[in-house]
């Protein structure tokens, strides 16, 4: 089954999410949410706790099944072609996931088994995206001994394993220290630009938003602005984003 688009200059969206509607026992979170990430792009989904975020990550990696309107990863669509579409998406989760008593070594080649890579193929993957998030020296060390952020850097490298199109970030610097995330802010945006790959990046953190990003709010389940920050401003008559939030959601973003 191919993409709906073939050519490189005519590649699918990354992401595209289509009318979107998800409710807990009749308790609607989700409502009419569309938004596309294009390839290669960095998009902050911007929101509260209790925005919707996690929900919608939910539904683009089917931990939860969506019913109403479509997720399309890379031109798959998820309810038709999700083994394809999830072969397309790398996902580092809000709760960290890696095994704490195995080396940085062992995690990755373990992950790279489970997408159906031989070994030697895997080892080499996992040096190339190890280096790339600057823990070479790391590899044979149990993860248990490294800090938070570096444990962050290794699921993002474990996320990049199988050279997805798009990767999911959920709240990737919770439990970080200033340092270690603004250094994982800007890891982010270097590998989105180096590798081409889509990053959706979700937060409720206003500092992690770069002046050039595109941000996406999100807010109460519903899509409140989508564009670049300039763009947001200017349609909000504000000078900063925070303010454009607080305009667009009527508070804080915690
Ligand atoms: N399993 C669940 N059952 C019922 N309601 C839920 C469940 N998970 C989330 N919710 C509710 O759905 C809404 C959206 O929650 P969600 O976790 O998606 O938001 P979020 O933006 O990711 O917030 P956070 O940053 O706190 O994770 C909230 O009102 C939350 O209370």
Redesign the pocket.
């Known amino acids: 089954m191919k993409p709906s688009a073939h050519t490189h200059s005519d590649s699918p969206p990354a992401l595209n999410v289509r009318d979107l509607g998800f409710s807990?026992?009749g308790?609607p979170?989700?409502k009419d949410v569309s938004f596309t990430l294009g390839a290669g792009e960095l998009v902050i989904l911007l929101?509260?706790?209790?925005?919707?975020?996690?929900?919608?990550?939910?539904l683009i990696t089917r931990l939860y099944d969506h019913r109403q309107g479509h997720i399309e990863i890379g031109g798959f669509n998820l309810r038709q072609h999700s083994v394809q579409a999830h072969a397309q998406m790398g996902v580092v989760f809000?709760q960290p996931t890696l095994d704490l008593d195995l080396t940085v070594k062992q995690n990755l080649v373990y992950h790279a088994a489970l997408h159906g890579m031989n070994r030697r193929v895997a080892r080499e993957r996992a040096m190339q995206q190890i280096s790339r998030v600057g823990l070479r020296d790391s590899l044979n060390e149990r993860v248990r001994h490294l800090s938070g952020g570096q444990r962050r850097r290794v699921e993002i490298a474990r996320g990049l394993l199988h050279q997805p199109r798009l990767l999911l970030l959920?709240?990737p610097t919770v439990g970080l220290d200033i340092a270690s995330r603004r250094a994982l802010v800007e890891h982010v945006h270097q590998l989105c630009a180096d590798q081409g790959v889509a990053v959706l990046w979700?937060t409720?953190l206003i500092d992690e938003v770069y002046p050039q990003d595109r941000v996406i709010v999100?807010d109460k389940?519903r899509v409140r602005a989508n564009g670049s920050v300039s763009e947001i401003n200017a349609q909000q008559a504000t000078d900063t984003i925070g303010q454009a939030f607080d305009r667009l959601t009527g508070g804080e973003p915690?």
Not at 47 to 58: E, V, W
């Open positions: 807990y026992s308790k979170v989700l929101g509260a706790n209790g925005a919707g975020k996690t929900t919608l990550f939910s809000q959920d709240e979700a409720h999100l389940g915690g």
